[in-house]
């Protein structure tokens, strides 16, 4: 009869309600990053009229769009702009972008053009060619570090070996078609510890496509060259690696049906994880076919590509993780630069959005410490892609649906968006007070004390799931993602406050003369927030394996390390009282990491034996 039909809209559940209560409040907060610091341009706040508050403004399409509030006391000017497709230059393109960071009069978050101004470098190496930690560090140090080339991480990691292009498939099969002869359970094995590790900390794939219809496919065509036996054998290496973390931090296998006993137990399949490094045979596997695909920019080539970033990071191979997240970003820009509109309510739009927050946050990490390597341009779609939902994937009511649900899976999910929230307030951070020149009040003590208040904000903001206290511990959590996931929240607040407070150690460092009381108190409270992280410290370094941004972790204690020792040999007595008690036996254990992750490392390596010199 040519009638329209109508289905009447099903009700939101309690777990749907949960999360956009949870998304809501972290785009609020990532609403306050945005809008209370965009209109710093002037010293003279005083001099600028404020504008009347703004009233409350929403928009579904970007994270930063929601209801804004400024801060208690604070004399910032808050203005609100809304953001389209086709205005590439808005405060928040100008404001992330990297590229347009240090242009005067470009940023509104750049601080006013000053005489004399010095750019302070985000890079944790960089500290090593500070002009007063030179004079102040040994001349044994000082003298190996000046034999070096400038960036001598980048040109040892370049000149690193590959890795081995050799596959070690098991005895008594043959080339072509030992993957089809792998045990169901080893495949569903390897997958099931993928997802309960890597996969929650860093979601790029949807857990119920992929064994609803990527496994099948890729099992149909006997692991061909298609996109499908790629994404299944990047997942089987990063699920090696996922074991081996198992074992290093002793927890049992996930399992439908739990062991009696405790810990790690050998799987049947255990000598599949054995190579060096763990997954290499999967991992070349997955290389071999893709090398028919790689002109391939979509979806799925974006997630391939940040599988391997993934496997490339945990393996301490940083150049190489730089080049396939490069890629990622290529097929993120590819989409939405060629696409007229891109449906971020529906699954495949929450798809994309979580491939390109996952790859903008590492990207940003690896460019930011090695800061000679090029930008991909990704952050130009920053404010047209909203923070993903983690929308479920259409299926149809069978028996998998039910066995795919996870209770944890939202958990996760909020701990990813709280941490994209806060690589957002840091990149703030970095564009906001990174400057140095000899004179009183600078950086501005009002944009500082307003990055203190946005770091509380987004920390009081979190749900109450993830709320933490100051001297928890991580170690006692029922499984490695857990561990990961919650030192990492607390690790990022108090990385939040290290950095906030080094513009201030440069300054005391190079002009103390100009350096006032307050400003010291910041010096102390940033060193206060550059210890005891528990990313690099207790089960978190004994499952390395698992530990994610290990490269810019390493990095950060390399810089950390000097700087204690440098603050320890200032002969400014009010510098030297900033030092926290017990920074000694922190060092240490910042050592005893760097010294771990050297044995997969060459540029670690040079690095420890760099901070070796500075015990003699």
């Known amino acids: 009869m040519n009638l329209e039909c109508t289905y009447q809209t099903p009700r939101a559940t309690k777990k749907d309600q949960s999360m956009a209560v949870a998304i809501n409040a972290i785009r609020r907060l990532e609403s306050k990053i945005e809008d209370l610091t965009a209109a710093i341009t002037t010293p003279n706040l005083s001099s600028v009229a404020p504008l009347p508050p703004p009233g409350p403004l929403f928009d579904h399409r970007s994270p930063?769009?929601?209801?804004?509030?400024?801060?208690?006391?604070?004399?910032?000017?808050?203005?609100?702009?809304?953001?389209?497709?086709?205005?590439?230059?808005?405060?928040?393109?100008?404001?992330?972008?990297?590229?347009?960071?240090?242009?005067?009069?470009?940023?509104?978050?750049?601080?006013?053009?000053?005489?004399?101004?010095?750019?302070?470098?985000?890079?944790?190496?960089?500290?090593?060619?500070?002009?007063?930690?030179?004079?102040?560090?040994?001349?044994?140090?000082?003298?190996?570090?000046?034999?070096?080339?400038?960036?001598y991480i980048m040109d040892i990691e370049n000149h690193r070996v590959a890795l081995p292009i050799h596959i070690d498939r098991p005895y008594g099969t043959l080339p072509d078609s030992w993957l089809m002869s792998l045990p169901q359970s080893a495949v569903k094995g390897l997958a099931d510890a993928y997802f309960a590790v890597f996969h929650r900390n860093t979601p790029i794939l949807d857990r119920f496509q992929f064994y609803s219809s990527t496994l099948g496919l890729a099992m149909e065509n006997e692991f061909g060259h298609d996109i499908e036996s790629c994404l299944v054998l990047a997942?089987?290496?990063?699920?090696?690696?996922?074991?081996?973390?198992?074992?290093?931090?002793?927890?049992?296998?996930?399992?439908?049906?739990?062991?009696?006993?405790?810990?790690?137990?050998?799987?049947?399949?255990?000598?599949?994880?054995?190579?060096?490094?763990?997954?290499?045979?999967?991992?070349?596997?997955?290389?071999?076919?893709?090398?028919?695909?790689?002109?391939?920019?979509?979806?799925?080539?974006?997630?391939?590509?940040?599988?391997?970033?993934?496997?490339?990071a945990q393996t301490l191979r940083p150049l190489d993780s730089w080049t396939t997240v490069n890629r990622a970003a290529l097929c993120c820009t590819s989409i939405l630069g060629h696409t007229e509109s891109t449906d971020f309510d529906q699954w495949e739009g929450d798809m994309l959005s979580r491939l390109f927050w996952n790859t903008l946050m590492y990207e940003s990490v690896i460019t930011q410490e090695l800061d000679l390597l090029p930008h991909s341009g990704l952050l130009n779609y920053e404010s047209d892609t909203p923070l993903p939902k983690?929308?479920?994937?259409?299926?149809?009511?069978?028996?998998?649906?039910?066995?795919?649900?996870?209770?944890?899976?939202?958990?996760?999910?909020?701990?990813?968006?709280?941490?994209?929230?806060?690589?957002?307030?840091?990149?703030?951070?970095?564009?906001?007070?990174?400057?140095?020149?000899?004179?009183?009040?600078y950086p501005s003590a009002s944009m500082t004390a307003e990055m203190h208040h946005q770091l509380e904000q987004w920390r009081a903001n979190l749900p109450p799931s993830l709320q933490f206290s100051d001297n928890e511990s991580a170690d006692d959590s029922p499984s490695p993602a857990h561990v990961i996931a919650k030192a990492m929240l607390r690790s990022r607040y108090l990385v939040a406050k290290f950095h906030i407070g080094r513009p201030f150690l440069y300054k005391a460092l190079h002009a103390p003369a100009y350096t006032n009381d307050a400003e010291y108190n910041e010096v102390r409270e940033g060193l206060r927030g550059g210890m005891y992280w528990p990313t690099t410290m207790g089960l978190c370094t004994q499952m390395l394996s698992a530990l994610p941004l290990k490269f810019g972790w390493c990095c950060q204690c390399f810089g950390q390390v000097l700087l204690f020792h440098a603050v320890a040999r200032s002969p400014d007595p009010k510098l030297q009282d900033t030092l926290p008690a017990g920074w000694q036996e922190w060092v240490q254990i910042m050592m005893k990491l760097i010294e771990s992750c050297a044995r997969d490392s060459p540029g670690i390596a040079k690095d420890f034996e760099l901070l070796r010199l500075l015990e003699v």
């Open 235 to 312: 997942v089987l290496a990063l699920g090696c690696l996922a074991v081996k973390a198992h074992e290093e931090g002793n927890f049992a296998l996930p399992s439908r049906h739990p062991s009696t006993v405790g810990g790690f137990v050998h799987p049947e399949w255990y000598e599949l994880t054995v190579d060096t490094p763990s997954g290499l045979k999967f991992f070349n596997e997955a290389r071999k076919r893709f090398g028919f695909l790689m002109c391939q920019n979509d979806l799925q080539a974006g997630q391939f590509y940040m599988l391997l970033t993934l496997y490339y």
């Open 390 to 441: 983690f929308m479920p994937c259409p299926r149809p009511k069978t028996s998998i649906s039910g066995l795919l649900t996870d209770e944890d899976d939202s958990l996760f999910n909020f701990h990813f968006l709280a941490q994209a929230a806060h690589r957002i307030l840091l990149t703030r951070v970095k564009q906001s007070l990174y400057y140095f020149a000899d004179r009183e009040g």
């Open 64 to 151: 930063q769009s929601t209801f804004s509030h400024p801060s208690p006391g604070s004399h910032v000017p808050v203005t609100l702009s809304s953001h389209s497709r086709n205005d590439r230059k808005s405060i928040h393109e100008l404001a992330m972008s990297p590229q347009v960071a240090t242009t005067p009069g470009k940023s509104p978050f750049s601080v006013p053009e000053t005489h004399n101004r010095v750019s302070l470098s985000f890079s944790q190496h960089r500290v090593a060619l500070w002009p007063s930690v030179k004079q102040i560090l040994p001349a044994d140090f000082v003298s190996a570090r000046a034999e070096l080339p400038q960036d």
